[in-house]
């Protein structure tokens, strides 16, 4: 597999389909987020599913493909993409944080071992180029026993998984639907700083609200977590529940325009989707 | 053991439903005095991270009254609402807040006697819930 | 365009977390997380996620800095290296030993070991030594004096499969976040959290029992701990037998301290006690963390001694997921008590008073070295003060806000007669100095650092350093061979290792070329050799585990009518130790933008104190204007004072009484009063 993407890499910087390659590259005994501008680096270039997102990353306020097209609108990259990561390019185009059309997507499908340890419910892009589509996992066991609590059980699940939060903002940085220059989760008037743990459950709500529509569903945010709070679970509920809601689903359709962001006339609610009580 | 008076916080839009509950004192409409009434412009002001506050905060319910679909003084502030608070209901229900702790009702201007209805019944809702489970969660 | 990630070591604490650093264009601009890495395997704290932003502040030094007329001028580097090395010349002709050095828990491996090698092979003085003075040396001393080794006997991981830990003085969670990860992993499979802590610290919330001692009576816990135990026949007999001597002492020490006895010392309710000892007693693997909370009193030698007891006594050393474990705070202090940047041993704690030893690295280095220890930290700068030191090299290391009496630090520094500084940014103790020379941070040279759990792992260049800064190991070589040394011509770092290895057992396997693949753990004795999780397996290192039967003392200055409050200080998980760092970061100076005293909501009540209100704290040191703080994680009658704001300085306040054996300060405890700012 690893021979066809440097192969077909080689061949798009070769021909200037691309002017550079982001994709994963080994050196030094390690591995690591690179742009291959040369074909003699392309030899270095691998894969792994360590290592995905890398590009929308963003600790200190801006990814690094947000600043490549800043300083360079003009340049043309080419992405190695799994289907989290096109999905995550799409949802950004869709609010202005990218030009899509200087993104050309390498899609690679994950194997079933790689769909099974992201739980991940579509593991492969609209159009693989390297790979074979495998069926995502559709059951996600946290979210049955989730579901399976009464209310009250519910909150003081919650209340033990939050009070381990150390307030290291590592989800939001990971995210890459997280892109706001002022974050909420940073200001005193919603959640006291400099306090452990952050308010329950304010910091957390912040942002499974506000990525509600947008999730992906990458799980990057429970990956990044150094507590293991269950993130992805409720993300993906409500993932469940935009469906229903609005039938949308982020990040598959780069015209279906966002339902947060538009009217009821435009996108209604569908009626009376019972709760998830 | 005194009777459970919950602490309810409703966040109404200026040009309709803060009108309305003008129009309820004038008509001496009775409606129970749990209720502390914030307004804003809009209802589409209404955050989702203030509902959660206010319930984290002491409130034992939370209301959100807006003008009715088609007559907002901005086009389609509520609209908006409509949408974040049918997602806010959903996460305060995983999250293991009784999502009937929120309620989102269209109130117009000229509608004094059914804003007296709406706080009514959503207190007495709010008794039978009993006091917000959230209140012990603070640390 | 060019875009880069470059694997590196993380600056801020002891836990060894990899990250790369994002690099544009020769530019760093962010932090990306390593989820191949061991420790950390994806996540990162907040101060990790942060660790770009000050290397690319404006607030850097970028050129040497000479004082003239009280201002410090720009100068080049000749102008600077040349006044270094006449001045120091002129000290060494006079005596050796009126020159004092201070090497950096922060800088790699290399630099500390080229830094004790200048002190002693060219400045001819043993007058070397660091910060972990002021954080581990009980652990130094008390682990080889028990042990035979004086580092964490287990490995960070191992922590996950422990049936119970014990975790005293370590607010882990906000200290050592990633490992503090582990134990609650090992909390979710079922095993039992002891913490024993006077605050109610973060991890309290998850532990089975939380024992609060008051401050400085660590030494009748443990032997609280120890008398429960042989009381129930709960200790490993076998393990005794074979493989501890000194037992009887023990036995008969630790027979006075009856669980009514020690709640009498230590305020913890004899039930409690009881609990928590059988609980440990009874597990399979049960492991010790701790840290400054244990090692920062006059009695931390003993404190540490103390742990040591406890572990072999329930034979929980010398295999996975046990052992006593010491979680060192900066990047690098392991590393710099590993390489000899103290004033009695060289490399691999090899003692400077051992002729053979002596005479190889005098062999090696080709100079002859100084016999007798030097002086510890706090010692300096007593001497410093009183005129015997007269000067003083200080490496990435900030006194003025972490040695304990800065008012008397300040002392010494300003009597010094010629003081060179060497940092990143105009610290407060580089203010004071007569040379300043800019130095590269970690993202901007190549080196090593060996974390907590003795892994030594690669710190990568990722950037150049800005403007006319180097490598401190550069700085180093220029400034001896200005001295006229020539022992100190290294191409590069890996150059510096290999001869490293040459002489320190304990590293003899370590070069490049294997830690470019990974971390090593020490021992790593050859080439060959994997590295070494855990220490202790078949023997102890100095041959059996010996047992230590130790009295409590109390602390030197207790509460009295005058100062009524225990003042204790600490850390927090938004800045790091002396803030030079964190507070060039935006996100966490708002987390956290200044210091504040923690205050028990009673105590604020009888003071008439509202919550945030500025009061003054005092003690027989010093005083201080603060916030108040109100929150039950202190006990009445005890405060807490954050040291990393240089404006609301802790160690203005804290006692500089040493412990006897480790030369430690005692910061947990002093005596302190609170008062209102009246108008």
Redesign the interface.
């Known amino acids: 597999m690893i021979e066809n993407i440097r192969h077909l890499a080689r061949k798009w910087l070769e021909a200037k389909e691309v002017d ?1 390659i ?1 994709g994963l ?1 080994e050196q ?8 291959f ?1 040369d074909a003699s680096e392309l030899d270095n270039l691998t894969i792994s599913t ?2 995905r997102l ?1 590009y929308t ?4 306020k ?1 990814d ?1 493909l947000s ?2 097209q800043g ?2 609108p003009d ?1 043309r990259i080419g992405i190695v993409a799994r289907g989290c990561e096109e999905r995550a390019l799409i949802e950004l185009a869709k609010r202005n944080q990218l030009d899509l059309d200087k993104v050309k997507i390498m899609g690679i499908a994950c194997t079933l071992e790689e769909a099974k340890e992201c739980k991940c419910e579509k593991p492969y892009p609209s159009n693989p180029i390297i790979g074979e589509r495998v069926e995502g996992v559709s059951e996600d066991e946290d979210v049955n026993t ?1 579901l399976n ?1 009464s ?9 033990h998984e939050l ?2 939060c ?5 989800c939001r ?2 995210c890459p639907m997280c892109f706001c220059k002022d974050c ?1 989760m ?1 200001q005193e008037v ?1 959640c006291k ?2 306090w ?2 952050p ?4 910091f957390l ?2 942002r ?2 506000h990525i ?2 947008r999730c992906i569903g990458c799980g990057q945010c429970e ?6 709070i269950p993130l992805l679970t ?1 993300f993906k ?2 993932r469940r ?2 469906k229903d ?2 039938d949308y689903e982020a990040g598959m359709d780069a015209e279906q325009e966002a ?2 962001l538009t ?3 435009e996108m209604p ?1 569908k009626e009376e989707v019972p ?3 | 053991m005194a009777e459970f008076e919950p602490k309810i916080l409703a966040f109404c839009c200026n040009w309709c439903s803060y009108a309305g509950a003008d129009l309820a004192g004038v008509s001496r409409f009775q409606y129970p005095p749990n209720i502390r009434i914030i307004r804003v412009m809009c209802s589409g002001r209404v955050e989702p991270e203030f509902v959660v506050k206010a319930l984290s905060s002491g409130a034992d319910g939370v209301l959100v009254l807006g003008c009715h679909i088609g007559d907002c003084h901005y086009m389609y502030g509520n609209h908006r609402t409509k949408k974040r608070m049918a997602i806010l209901e959903r996460i305060l229900g995983y999250l293991g807040i009784d999502p009937r702790r929120m309620r989102l009702e269209w109130v117009s201007a000229a509608e004094g006697a059914r804003f007296a209805e709406v706080v009514t019944e959503f207190t007495e809702q709010i008794k039978s819930l009993g006091p917000n489970p959230l209140k012990e969660v603070r640390a | 365009m060019e875009y880069k990630n470059v694997l590196t070591t993380c600056p801020y604490c002891g836990a060894g977390c990899n990250f790369y650093l994002q690099v544009l264009n020769g530019e760093l601009v962010g932090v990306l997380p390593c989820k191949s890495h061991t420790v950390s395997q994806g996540k990162l704290c907040i101060k990790g996620w942060n660790a770009s932003e000050f290397v690319t502040s404006k607030e850097r030094l970028t050129r040497p800095l000479i004082k003239q007329n009280g201002s410090l001028i720009e100068a080049s580097w000749d102008e600077a290296l040349t006044t270094i090395a006449k001045k120091l010349k002129e000290y060494k002709e006079i005596d050796p030993n009126s020159i004092a050095v201070l090497s950096s828990a922060k800088c790699t491996n290399e630099e500390n070991y080229l830094m004790m090698k200048f002190a002693r092979a060219v400045l001819g003085t043993n007058n070397v030594d660091h910060c972990a003075r002021l954080c581990h040396a009980s652990t130094v001393v008390g682990l080889v004096q028990s042990f035979g080794s004086g580092a964490m006997t287990n490995s960070i991981r191992e922590l996950e499969n422990a049936d119970c830990i014990l975790i005293i003085g370590s607010n882990t969670a906000e200290q050592h976040p990633l490992i503090a990860r582990y134990i609650l992993r090992a909390t979710e499979k079922g095993a039992k959290l002891i913490v024993v802590d006077p605050r109610a610290i973060t991890l309290t919330q998850f532990a089975d029992y939380h024992l609060r001692q008051r401050p400085g009576t660590d030494v009748a816990v443990f032997n609280g701990f120890m008398n429960v135990i042989l009381a129930n026949g709960l200790e490993d007999k076998k393990f005794i037998e074979e493989r501890t001597e000194g037992f009887e002492e023990l036995k008969e020490t630790v027979k006075n301290y009856a669980p009514e006895h020690v709640e009498k010392i230590t305020g913890i309710p004899k039930d409690k006690l009881v609990a928590a000892a059988m609980t440990f007693a009874k597990a399979e693997c049960a492991s010790i963390v701790y840290s400054m909370g244990i090692t920062q009193h006059t009695t931390g030698v003993d404190n540490v001694s103390s742990s040591a007891n406890l572990a072999m006594l329930t034979g929980n050393v010398g295999k996975p997921s046990t052992g006593v474990n010491p979680l060192r705070g900066q990047n690098n202090v392991q590393g710099a008590c590993d390489l000899g940047a103290l004033p009695n041993v060289y490399s691999g704690y090899q003692s400077v008073t051992d002729e053979k030893i002596r005479a190889k690295f005098e062999n090696a280095w080709k100079a002859k070295l100084p016999e007798n220890p030097g002086l510890t930290v706090v010692e300096m700068m007593n001497e410093a003060a009183n005129g015997n030191v007269k000067a003083m090299y200080i490496m990435g290391e900030n006194p003025m806000i972490s040695d304990p009496d800065i008012n008397h630090v300040r002392e010494g520094l300003e009597t010094l007669e010629f003081l060179v500084v060497q940092d990143i940014f105009l610290s407060e103790t580089a203010q004071l100095a007569d040379v300043v020379l800019p130095a590269a941070s970690y993202a901007e040279k190549e080196g090593t650092f060996t974390s907590t759990e003795r892994s030594v792992q690669m710190v990568r260049k990722a950037t150049e350093p800005p403007g006319e800064s180097k490598a401190d190991w550069e700085i180093i070589c220029d400034l001896a061979k200005a001295i006229s040394s020539k022992e100190f011509e290294y191409k590069s770092p890996a150059e510096i290792m290999d001869e490293i290895a040459s002489l320190t057992p304990i590293y003899g396997g370590m070069s490049y070329e294997r830690l470019q693949r990974g971390g090593l753990q020490w021992p790593c004795p050859s080439k060959e050799h994997p590295g070494t999780p855990y220490l202790h397996k078949e023997k102890f290192s100095r041959g059996k585990g010996k047992f230590f039967g130790i009295e409590f003392k109390e602390p030197v200055e207790l509460p009295d009518e005058e100062y009524p409050f225990i003042l204790t200080t600490g850390r927090i998980m938004f800045h790091f130790h002396t803030g030079t760092m964190t507070r060039k970061t935006d996100l966490l100076n708002k987390e956290v933008p200044t210091g504040y005293v923690e205050i028990a909501p009673k105590d604020a009540e009888k003071l008439g104190l509202a919550d945030g209100e500025l009061v003054s704290v005092q003690t027989r040191r010093g005083k201080i204007e603060t916030k108040a703080l109100i929150t039950k994680r202190v006990s009445e009658g005890l405060i807490f004072i954050p040291f990393h704001f240089a404006e609301c300085a802790a160690n203005v306040l804290t006692n500089p009484a040493l412990d006897p054996k480790a030369k430690i300060p005692e910061y947990k405890v002093c005596a302190a009063k609170i008062e209102k700012i009246k108008g």
Do not use: Q
């Open positions: 550079a982001f590259k030094d005994g390690y591995i690591a987020p690179h742009l501008t360590e290592y890398c990353c963003r600790p200190l801006e690094i600043l490549m300083k360079e340049t989730l609590k209310l009250p059980e519910r909150l003081e699940f919650w209340r009070s381990k150390i307030k290291c903002y590592g940085n990971v909420k940073e919603f700083t400099g452990l743990p308010e329950i459950p304010m709500f912040i499974w609200y509600s529509e990956k990044a977590c150094p507590v293991d409720l509920l409500l529940d935009v809601l609005f339902p947060l009217t009821l006339d609610i709760s998830g009580v």
